[in-house]
């Protein structure tokens, strides 16, 4: 069964930088699209970024274009999230799923890790 373990989450300032890992186990790395999402206190679970199975097309929220990128190395069975430039509004913690489509909705995700806590203060 498919496994995902996310790391890299914590307490940033604003305008500073996090990178988040997400280790997929149990399935071949190469057959499922990753992705990103967020959820902060009170607010529903949203897509953050996407990346590809086959060709790594990549796919961004407007409120993270520019500042998160997205990458995958298939070796390590990893996908990366570089955040840069943060905002206070970036808080949330952070959901990295797994689908054999796109991973750009919460439809298109088979599998799901426990989450990353990140904080950016003020």
């Known amino acids: 069964q498919v496994q995902l373990v996310e790391s890299g989450g914590g307490l940033v300032q604003a305008g500073g930088s996090l990178r988040l890992s997400c280790v997929l186990s149990g399935r071949t790395f190469s057959s499922y699209s990753m992705g990103w999402f967020r959820q902060a206190p009170g607010k529903e679970r949203e897509f953050v970024a996407a990346i590809t199975r086959n060709i790594f097309t990549t796919y961004y929220a407007d409120s993270v274009k520019g500042r998160f990128t997205l990458s995958r190395d298939r070796a390590k069975n990893t996908v990366y999230q570089q955040m840069n430039s943060l905002k206070p509004e970036d808080t949330a913690v952070y959901y990295c799923?797994?689908?054999?489509?796109?991973?750009?909705?919460?439809?298109?995700?088979?599998?799901w890790g426990q989450g990353t806590q990140v904080t950016v203060s003020s």
């Open positions: 799923p797994a689908g054999s489509t796109t991973a750009r909705t919460r439809n298109d995700c088979d599998h």
